[in-house]
């Protein structure tokens, strides 16, 4: 399999991307998808190419390795080769796909001294990563006389800063596979996770579970309690804020779901270790 192919299962779900960007041993993906009935159901596959999978908006599921996750906003989630792996997404959905040879990595990992580390976890990207990736789409669609050159160093850019970046933390993040399916709950929550009264006893009666049980199994199935991950959902939410325009926190935080701006500001600090104008602030540096 190439790196094109990389991004999809087949031919039919690789044409449902907006682009498809490849050169040689490197390939960029933008999906925006506008769905009119019901969410993408995913689909799982594995490839012999590194993948990294960058949302622009929060995916409701994320499935690795048998385990499952949200993917949210603000983070970059490497794909290493042959690990099973598949995403379900929204009615509106934003994702960038890189996929990338794992000779050419392998190489690069090498030359930037991490050989043989392996990506364990999804890790926190700037601006900058967002601004290569327009360039190498920009050049690629244009004109330039000299874009295989081009093409070729922004490439080289962004192979390093997802090196750089992805392999600074060893921490295994992984988990084995779950016996309990709690996909239910999980969408229930991305359908109402903007109503500031959402309450998780609500979300357990919709499961059909009781509250011991219910807060038992979700924990099992995506490695956080229920009220984390809505907190993290909502977080999400507002990191695509943070990084997209420029209202006042107050907004942000009744916009993303949460009933003050208090309570906005104590859990994006407890689950990302900074407040959201350092994140803000962190996001907007060209490193």
């Not at 809505?230 to 804020?241: F, I, P, Q, T, V």
């Amino acid at each position: 399999m190439g790196v094109r192919e990389a991004h999809a299962f087949d031919e039919k779900e690789l044409n449902k991307y907006d682009s498809v960007l490849s050169l040689n041993n490197f390939s960029i993906a933008e999906n925006k998808i506008e769905l009119k009935k019901e969410r993408m159901k995913s689909f799982n596959h594995n490839h012999d190419e590194y993948e990294f999978i960058i949302p622009l908006t929060t995916i409701p599921l994320l499935f690795y390795a048998n385990a499952n996750y949200i993917g949210e906003v603000g983070f970059c989630y490497p794909v290493n080769p042959y690990v099973q792996h598949g995403l379900e997404l929204n009615l509106v959905s934003k994702v960038i796909s890189i996929t990338i040879s794992k000779e050419y990595v392998n190489k690069r990992k090498e030359e930037l001294g991490f050989a043989n580390q392996y990506f364990y976890t999804r890790f926190l990207y700037s601006r900058a990563l967002i601004e290569l990736i327009r360039d190498y789409q920009h050049i690629f669609q244009s004109n330039d006389k000299n874009i295989q050159y081009k093409l070729s160093e922004i490439s080289s850019q962004i192979t390093s800063y997802l090196i750089k970046n992805g392999l600074k933390t060893g921490e295994d993040n992984r988990r084995p596979e779950k016996q309990f399916n709690m996909r239910k709950a999980v969408l229930y929550i991305e359908d109402n996770y903007l109503d500031p009264n959402l309450t998780i006893k609500k979300i357990a009666d919709y499961s059909g579970y009781s509250m011991w049980y219910f807060s038992k199994a979700f924990k099992l199935y995506m490695a956080d309690t229920p009220i984390m991950h809505l907190n993290k959902r909502r977080l999400s939410e507002a990191r695509r804020m943070l990084q997209d325009s420029d209202e006042p926190l107050g907004e942000v935080a009744r916009k993303s779901g949460f009933k003050n701006f208090s309570t906005f500001s104590q859990a994006f600090n407890r689950i990302m270790g900074m407040t959201p104008t350092e994140y803000r602030k962190q996001f907007l540096s060209k490193e």
